[in-house]
């Protein structure tokens, strides 16, 4: 859909809109030459109130600083999760709560298997990484990225909703991390420049997207030859509660919410262009890396 200005004007957050000051213009373009149109993949201007592609004739706007690339009228998406968007917004709310995180692992993983840190920790080891560009896809407010990044790093995160991306970029002011960087973004239409990533995250997402293999080529299409996929998802495991086929059965008809098998999973990933899957088990939870096919992994 065509993104004019009004478009722009008729949207109440776009009153949140930072114009970049002058004198941070360059470091603002450098922030943003990683960004490429979704549609046409092509090369976006910085202007001063937002992205524009010259092919595609659409402006992206930026609302506090972070760049909407998702099209105005979402409503009529095929995917369900993307047209109720507002309740992800709503949960958004109390996803970094003390509690959240430690009951869906609890659910999900069964009683005290794992928690938040051991999950940080072992994503963290799985994409481990001397390179500086990691993306965070479907990133909530960056749960994972935020806590994995280091100082030298920087995490582009991509998820369709608005009240996850403005919790995490308030939660990375808060904790004075200047290395984040949100968008608000589909992951199967990724707004990244090809072969940017040296390494890349999905938390606790890929369960959600209605074609797996579609999502991780488009994960891969970002990533540099060689470089890690840490992933969390859910999976029919021996414990915690997708152990019950009609549980899963209801979480699929009600929430659109696929459990994979770890076989299935293996046969995603080469699909879309990863080798060397090395899954770690939680009950119905799984943490997996592999990684992106390229010269060096051919055959691996
Ligand atoms: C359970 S949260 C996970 C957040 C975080 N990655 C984590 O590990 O805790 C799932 C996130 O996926 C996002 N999401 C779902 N479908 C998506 C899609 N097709 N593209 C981008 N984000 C999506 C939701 O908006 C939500 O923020
Ligand atoms: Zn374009």
Redesign the pocket.
């Known amino acids: 859909m065509r993104r004019t200005p009004e478009t722009v004007r008729d949207n109440p957050l776009a009153a949140l809109t930072a114009a970049p000051a002058a004198a941070d213009f360059a470091a603002t373009a450098e922030r943003f030459s990683l960004y490429?149109?979704?549609?046409?993949?092509?090369d976006?201007a910085l202007l001063e109130d937002g992205l524009r592609?010259?092919?595609?004739?659409?402006t992206y706007p930026l609302l506090d600083g972070i760049p909407d690339f998702m099209p105005a009228d979402i409503h009529r998406d095929p995917n369900q999760i993307v047209r109720n968007v507002a309740r992800v917004d709503r949960l958004a709310r109390v996803y970094e709560s003390r509690w959240w995180y430690p009951l869906v692992l609890s659910v999900y993983a069964g009683w005290r298997k794992t928690l938040l840190p051991e999950m940080v920790r072992v994503v963290g080891e799985m994409i481990h990484t001397d390179g500086r560009l990691i993306l965070d896809a479907a990133c909530g407010p960056g749960t994972l990225g935020r806590r994995i990044l280091a100082p030298d790093q920087a995490l582009y995160g991509a998820d369709i909703s608005w009240g996850m991306l403005r919790a995490g970029q308030d939660y990375a002011r808060r904790d004075g991390l200047s290395g984040i960087h949100f968008a608000r973004a589909k992951v199967e239409m990724l707004p990244f420049r090809p072969l940017s990533f040296d390494a890349a995250i999905c938390g606790g997402a890929l369960h959600l997207f209605p074609d797996t293999v579609a999502a991780l080529q488009e994960i891969g299409r970002t990533m540099k030859p060689g470089a890690p996929l840490a992933v969390t998802t859910f999976v029919s495991g021996r414990s915690g509660i997708l152990r019950f086929r009609r549980i899963r059965e209801y979480m699929r008809a009600t929430q659109g919410l696929h459990v994979f098998a770890l076989a299935e999973l293996e046969d995603c990933l080469m699909q879309a262009g990863f080798v060397g899957f090395a899954p770690r088990l939680y009950g119905s939870w799984v943490v997996f890396r592999a990684i992106r096919c390229g010269a060096s992994t051919r055959g691996a």
């Open positions: 490429a149109c979704p549609s046409c993949k092509g976006l592609c010259q092919v595609c004739q659409i």
